[in-house]
């Protein structure tokens, strides 16, 4: 899947993306990294707002999951179980989420239950980076489904 055929299908099927101005910049089997600007994210202290850097963080993660799986099982359902953020410092400007799985051994045995129960968990983490630094990072606990 391309960058910008991702972005498509974010702001189609997750409106907030586009509202958030969520843009993705590389997509592969490995890892996915979005972005998004300042304005539309802006908080009362002229920074980003907590809410939309997780939602960045967060949307990578799940997108990273939507990339790897939509080819294997096309009628797979992804939602977030649990997550938790670590913020480093205030965002001033645009800034990215790049997620990767947080244990890529563990794939295979997430596909291996997906395919036979029907039902999957894995962790994915994020990072998000503002000005060539790290500035928080994300870990969510995903579960997919099949035919759900």
Known sequence: MSPQ????????????????????????????????????????????????????????????????????????????????????RPILGTFAARALLAEPAEWPQFVRLLTRRGRARITVASTLDYAGDAAGHFSGDFVAFVGH
Not at 25 to 35: A, C, E, F, P, W
């Open 5 to 88: 055929s991702l972005e498509q299908f974010l702001h189609h099927e997750i409106p907030l993306s586009r509202a958030m101005q969520v843009i993705a910049l590389d997509v592969s089997d490995h890892s996915v990294q979005l972005s998004a600007p300042l304005a539309p994210n802006l908080n009362h202290h002229a920074t980003v707002f907590g809410g939309s850097s997780c939602a960045v963080a967060m949307l990578a993660a799940w997108s990273l999951l939507h990339v790897r799986l939509r080819v294997l099982l096309p009628s797979v359902s992804i939602v977030i179980q649990r997550h938790t953020m670590k913020y480093e």
